[in-house]
């Protein structure tokens, strides 16, 4: 089974820039797809972005331009650069990964706030 660990939020001003970071614990081989969701209070978890195995990322429209998914297999680790933080960018935001017979695991989330 895999476990999914978040970290690297916080607060941030407009325009400023964060890197999350996702440590995954089990055999990478079995994970297909790895992403990043984030949901804010009263509203439905919505997709970021997502990285294949292969490399392959896609990003919401919201995001593009902005922000970088990528991974390094070496450490087990999905990263999320968000750069020109908007407020509106201000959520949960859930590490995912999809595993090869195609069973969700989710983090624990961790809090973005961008505010001045």
């Known amino acids: 089974q895999v476990q999914l660990v978040e970290s690297g939020g916080g607060l941030v001003q407009p325009g400023g820039s964060l890197r999350l970071s996702c440590a995954a614990s089990?055999?990478?081989?079995?994970?297909?797809?790895m992403g990043w969701y984030r949901q804010v209070p009263g509203k439905q978890r919505d997709l970021v972005a997502t990285?294949?195995?292969?490399?392959?990322?896609r990003y919401a429209d919201s995001v593009k331009g902005r922000f970088t998914i990528s991974r390094d297999n070496a450490k087990n680790t999905v990263y999320l650069q968000m750069n020109s933080l908007k407020p509106e960018d201000t959520a949960v935001y859930y590490c995912?990964?999809?595993?090869?017979?195609?069973?969700?695991?989710w983090g624990q989330g961790t809090q973005v706030t961008v505010s001045s």
């Open positions: 089990g055999s990478m081989f079995s994970i297909l797809v």
């Open positions: 990285i294949t195995n292969g490399g392959r990322a």
């Open positions: 995912n990964a999809v595993s090869g017979d195609y069973v969700a695991f």
